[in-house]
């Protein structure tokens, strides 16, 4: 990765690009909806189709040429269609939210009422935030997570169903550490004659690989991101019923898109076709082991975890009971110095902002990517509690970065 051609024209930008793969070499991503693609999903989308327009669905489109752009785009949804097994996949979303976008002007007109998980008990902004377009244009009521047990309240939101009537419930999350059952969902939906819209963005890769409940089936629509617990490059993907196919694909072109991505949706086609390689159902059964081992060792440190644990790849901790007047932005700088990159984020309950939030939350997907197991994610742990424990410590600090480094020349990156 000399990114010599873009040296010629643009220094400045190759500098940049060269510093991210080292900056991503030699720091431990551990936001939970990241991961480090394969060179052969960079490739592809670094790839000629950036040129290419090829508005509508592969042999029906506005424009000549598209001969390569179908083959890919439809090998994009055949191996979309094997890994979920759904009847309809539209791999044009530009990112998840553009797949939830398409979904809500499919099936909504504006006014229309949401239910959802509030932000700060783990939903997403394209859920009904009222900052979202989601918010502005359609009545929003929320469901929250049990304020005991940190699991999502089903008993909550079926009488808030009752009561709101909505005529779309979603499900799926953003900072949720345990399954989701979306039966259980499907059942206050069908109570109140609403349509289920599950979101997997975070969970795609484990529901492809059977080590998470799929909603595909049970839901009406799934939507996902292609770049989060799966490595197929930054971009949407959306899956449904048959019968509602034709909406869904109108929705995303011409309805709330131009021309698709067509790199991207090469770069799907090559992570897709990495991820029906047996050896991925291992990475993701490995992904959620480090996230147990992970939540083991932060909670035998003391440090509580939103729901005591994890069923998946992620881990949220709230700070107050154990470091009461510790913020998860001072964990997160003090985290990023020492190579550690994650983010602060709201827990349920939450005292004081989205900005300087109580809990900080961690994934385990890029470490997996690199080759990490429980042992070296469990060392991991004991790095983030010592920082956790030391925030504004720098000899700590630096002790633990220097130990960050030798971690990440034992699995390397981008070699
Ligand atoms: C549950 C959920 N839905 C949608 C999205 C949006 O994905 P994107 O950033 O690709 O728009 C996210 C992103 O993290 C998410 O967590």
Redesign the pocket.
Known sequence: MDYSHVRDVDPAVADALSEEVQRQRDTLAMIA?ENHVSEAVLEAQGSALTNKYAEGYPGERYYAGCEYADEVEQLAIDRATDLWGADHVNVQPH??????MAVYLAMLDPGDKILSLDLTHG?????GHPANFTGKTYEVEQYEVDAETGYVDYEGLAETAETFDPDIIVS???AYPREVDFERVQAVADSVDAYHLA?I??ITGLVAAGVHASPVGVADFV?G?T??TIRAG???IIMCDEEYADAIDNSVFPGAQGGPLMHNIAGKAVGFAEALDPAFEAYAEQTVANAKALAETLQDAGLELVSGGTDNHLVLVDLRPSHPDTTGKDVEAALEDAGIVMNANTVPGETRSAFDPSGIRLGTPALTTRGFDEAATREVGELIVRVVDNYDDEAVVEDVSERVQELCEEFPLYE
């Open positions: 909806s990112s998840g939210t553009q797949a939830n939903g997403h902004l394209s859920h799926g999350y953003s979101d963005a975070h939507t991101s770049h989060k930054r971009g949407g």
